[in-house]
């Protein structure tokens, strides 16, 4: 069975750093390509960021790129995002999701989500 | 990038009802067309991709349909189980885009 189980949500300041962690199970992970998507307070859908298999290619969205950093550790079985410099608007619930084994694929398990403030 | 618009944002229905959502893509995306189930509080869930094809599990009555820039979503009669949001996305190119959304609910 597939799980993401994820890990590291919590309240952060504005200009602060937060990383989360996605350990997953029950697939091959370093055969698939994985990804962040966020969900603001009573929003809709934003994809973040997608990380290749073998992490040669990272993707970031607009509104996070230069700021957060998606990466995946395959002989652990874990995703993470680290998130710098965070404003009020990454205020969300924060997904990782599973694609497949190309970075254009759908996103077919999603973790628990984690919720990710940022205030003062 | 390539938008993404849903109609409509919410709908009210009875139960057995013909449920039928649109989706349409800023270009032509082919069929890289996705389609997600949300209930309140919990992760998304893949029931369609690639515009037509139903993911394992996900009962008959869900189906989509188009290619290109258009395409639709249907639940052929409507379940109280059925209740969530239901997003399209599409995977034709980065950035991957979602469609705002439809809510259902139960008449």
């Known amino acids: 069975e597939v799980q993401l189980l994820q890990s590291g949500g919590a309240l952060a300041q504005p200009g602060g750093s937060l990383r989360l962690s996605c350990a997953a199970s029950?697939?091959?992970?370093?055969?698939?390509?994985m990804s962040w998507v966020r969900q603001a307070p009573g929003k809709g859908l934003e994809w973040v960021s997608t990380?290749?298999?073998?992490?040669?290619?990272?993707f970031y969205a607009d509104s996070v790129r230069g700021r957060f950093t998606i990466s995946r550790d395959n002989s652990e079985n874990t995703l993470y995002l680290q998130m710098n410099s965070l404003r009020a608007e990454d205020t969300a619930v924060y997904y990782c999701?599973?694609?497949?084994?190309?970075?254009?694929?759908?996103?077919?398990?999603w973790g628990q989500g984690t919720l990710v403030t940022v205030s003062s | 990038d390539i938008q993404m618009t849903q109609s409509p944002s919410s709908l009210s229905a009875s139960v057995g009802d013909r449920v039928t959502i649109t989706c349409q893509a800023s270009q032509d995306i082919s069929n890289y067309l996705n389609w997600y189930q949300q209930k309140p509080g919990k992760a998304p869930k893949l029931l369609i991709y690639d515009a037509f094809s139903l993911e394992t599990g996900v009962p008959s009555r869900f189906s989509g349909s188009g290619s290109g820039t258009d395409f639709t979503f249907t639940i052929s009669s409507l379940q109280p189980e059925d209740i969530a949001t239901y997003y399209c996305q599409q995977h034709d190119n980065l950035p991957f885009a979602f469609g705002p959304g439809t809510k259902v609910d139960i008449k």
């Open positions: 029950g697939f091959t992970f370093s055969s698939y390509a």
């Open positions: 990380v290749s298999s073998n992490s040669e290619s990272t």
């Open positions: 999701a599973k694609g497949g084994p190309t970075v254009l694929s759908p996103f077919d398990y």
